[in-house]
């Protein structure tokens, strides 16, 4: 296989980081007066500002506002190179990577490739549902529930209608709890508008959780408080439950209870998504890969790992740390400067994590947050936490550009009730049967 072509041959390191998301980004950027030559690799040119996916599946942004090239982004940086591609394989006894376009040579190698959805084995369930992880996700949720009620206009009866209109969304963590609250927006606000001839009454909004409480990890305080505002909007929320299966239009629970939908939304977990050539040894389940305290992979030298594709096991993270971006991105920070040391043959320091806590909104003025500042915490609900909400992701997004649009879409949505990204583009789930056509 030929060498990936383009990047001139330096007297500095190579360092080689496949994949952009958060910890990747973080760990180029903080490598950017590095005396080392820096090459990322990613199958997108851009990267993916996840918190947000959900408000581009229902049609509050835009999804050119969440995400940003990666040449735009470190255009000012001299050390960094960028190849468009899918990494097969990695060949630590020639320090290689073998990508789709060519071999790259690595003295670094930084593996960042995060997670994938965790579907727990189930091929049907893959098939059929629709996952939130990526911006192709987000655009698929988006045309399905748009078609759904454009098809649900030419219903032959009324439980092909119902099926239409109803929506399941599996997993009560952040994800699913925030998209079930964007989707009762929709349900109050915009659909009764846009769809007049249909009784958007009839739209259920069902979240299923398999433990006793939403918002696992969070306080309490929050998971009462998240649940009392989604019944408040008329979410149905089913505790302890598990769900079955689903063939695409019926959702059979672990209790016997059936639930009829054409779109199921799978929130439901994640799982690394590492590369092959590692020692099978390094591998622990959820597809996570062992590292030591620095994010080295036990049993190499110049292989590292972070992010959600890494476990640093410990007494205190038995199961490793949240597949979250704050780790990713303090991994990413802490290595770019443990790089610098280990050039200078200076002593690595180990990883602690900063945890600032957790939060999520729920529609219109409600949040819950868990924030942990300067060594205290501090629990609130309602509006204040939505303005903290609101601040803390907006101030996350990449470019000043999109800041600044991401801010006029909010206050235009929040003073018009309305969502103006109601377009059907690119493909989407059908397990209707048909598309609008006759």
Not at 222 to 238: F, I
Not at 292 to 299: A, L, Y
């Amino acid at each position: 296989m030929i060498e990936i072509s383009g990047i001139t041959h330096s007297d500095n390191p190579r360092v080689v980081v496949i994949g952009g998301g958060f910890g990747g980004l973080e760990l180029v950027k903080s490598l950017a007066k590095a005396p080392v030559q820096v090459v990322l690799l990613d199958k997108h040119n851009y990267h993916t500002f996840q918190p947000l996916l959900y408000q581009v599946a229902t049609s509050a942004l835009d999804s050119a506002n969440i995400i940003h090239p990666f040449r735009k982004i470190l255009e000012d940086q001299k050390n960094f190179y960028f190849r468009l591609t899918e990494v097969l394989r990695i060949d630590p006894d020639k320090q290689e990577v073998v990508t789709k376009i060519g071999h790259l040579h690595y003295d670094f190698l930084v593996i960042a490739t995060g997670a994938a959805t965790n579907y727990f084995g189930d091929e049907v369930m893959e098939k059929n549902a629709i996952a939130i992880k990526s911006i192709d996700d987000a655009l698929e949720l988006r045309n399905t529930i748009l078609c759904n009620l454009e098809n649900a206009l030419q219903a032959g009866d009324e439980e092909k209608l119902n099926t239409l209109m109803d929506f399941v969304i599996v997993g009560g963590g952040p994800t699913g709890v925030e998209l079930a609250g964007a989707l009762s927006e929709l349900r109050k606000h915009v659909f009764p508008k846009d769809y007049r001839e249909l009784n958007i009454k009839k739209m259920d909004i069902n979240l299923i959780q398999s433990g006793d409480q939403l918002l696992k990890g969070m306080s309490a305080g929050a998971s009462k408080k998240s649940l009392e505002y989604l019944e408040r909007y008329g979410v149905k929320v089913w505790l302890n439950r598990r769900v079955k299966s689903y063939d695409g239009t019926k959702v059979t629970l672990d209790s016997g209870e059936e639930i009829k939908t054409y779109t199921l939304i799978w929130s439901a977990g994640v799982v690394g998504a590492p590369v092959n050539g590692l020692n099978p040894e390094v591998m622990l389940k959820g597809g996570r890969i062992a590292v030591d305290e620095v994010n080295r992979v036990k049993g190499y030298n110049n292989i590292f790992a972070i992010g959600d594709v890494a476990a640093m096991i410990s007494e205190e993270f038995p199961y490793g740390h949240p597949m979250v971006a704050q780790p990713a991105m303090q991994q990413g920070r802490l290595l770019g400067k443990n790089l610098l040391r280990l050039l200078k043959d200076e002593n690595l320091k180990p990883f602690k994590y900063d945890d600032k806590g957790s939060m999520a909104t729920i529609g219109r003025n409600h949040a819950v947050a868990d924030l942990k500042l300067f060594g205290k915490e501090y629990k609130t609900q309602g509006f204040f936490a939505w303005l903290i909400w609101m601040f803390i992701h907006l101030i996350s997004i990449i470019s000043f550009r999109s800041r600044l649009i991401v801010l006029l879409q909010w206050m235009f949505s929040y003073f018009s009730y309305d969502k103006g990204v109601r377009l059907i583009l690119g493909k989407k789930k059908d397990h209707g049967g048909f598309s609008g056509e006759k």
